[in-house]
């Protein structure tokens, strides 16, 4: 089983459209998780964190599910300029090592 | 605030040759991360420097490593090129663990 995996899409919607990906990770002791946008060819931008509560940035919120060990990223109002590749990211920490393990990414059409 | 560096920003190496790859983070971060996104796969984990020390390193051979300077700043050495090292490489920063990490726009290597 991979570290960290995402479903590859492509999710194809509408303008206007709400949409939700999920991310499952493996490691239970996992405490850090992030949602990454990445365009084409280009380096990954953090879109935000995910905190244990629960968190909204504007059309996007960020849930975490630590009984089923997923993360969750919602689109509300889906726009043209949201298609691109959602990345998770949660961190790996054994002992004093770290580092963050990125699922493959989940791609985002959104059309007229 | 200047974001993370990196340079060159393309590279064309030919196999057996050795590609060294330069990062630097964004001011007040000391560790910084290494990962290979090859065409179409997802981020891999190669290596995290802090405080001038190597903390970590992923399932890469040998032939891949680096070191951080005192300014930490960092280079990514990649020796005896193959075929499949082609690829993006990102480097990122972060102020400390568990905080997001923040990446450069990449060095695309390409081996012939």
């Known amino acids: 089983r991979k570290e960290v995996e995402q479903d590859p899409g492509p999710f194809n919607v509408p303008e206007g459209a709400t949409v939700a990906f999920n991310c499952t990770y493996s490691?239970?002791?996992?405490?850090?998780f992030f949602w990454y946008r990445q365009d084409c060819r280009k380096e990954p931008k953090l879109l935000m964190s995910?905190?244990?509560s629960g968190n909204e940035d504007g059309r996007f919120t960020a849930q975490l599910n630590r009984a089923s060990q997923y993360i969750s990223l919602l689109i509300r109002d889906s726009k043209l300029s949201d298609s691109a590749t959602y990345l998770c990211a949660v961190n790996k920490a054994t002992d004093s090592s770290y580092k963050l393990i990125f699922g493959s990414g989940t791609r985002l059409l959104v059309r007229p | 605030e200047a974001g993370v560096t990196q340079s060159p920003t393309h590279l064309i190496k030919t196999r057996g040759q050795q590609a060294t790859l330069r990062c630097s983070p964004i001011?007040?971060?000391?560790?910084v991360y290494w990962y290979q996104q090859a065409l179409g796969l997802g981020l891999q984990f190669l290596l995290w420097?802090?405080?001038?020390?190597?903390?970590n390193r992923g399932n890469f051979p040998p032939r891949f490593s680096g070191r951080q300077f005192p300014n930490y700043s960092s280079e990514l050495n990649v020796n005896a090129l193959e075929l499949e090292d082609s690829a993006l490489y990102l480097c990122?920063?972060?102020?400390?663990?568990?905080?997001?990490?923040?990446f450069g726009n990449g060095t695309r290597l390409t081996v012939t």
């Open positions: 420097y802090d405080e001038g020390e190597e903390r």
């Open positions: 490691n239970s002791a996992s405490q850090s």
């Open positions: 001011s007040g971060h000391t560790s």
């Open positions: 990122a920063s972060s102020l400390e663990i568990n905080s997001p990490l923040h």
């Open positions: 995910v905190y244990s």
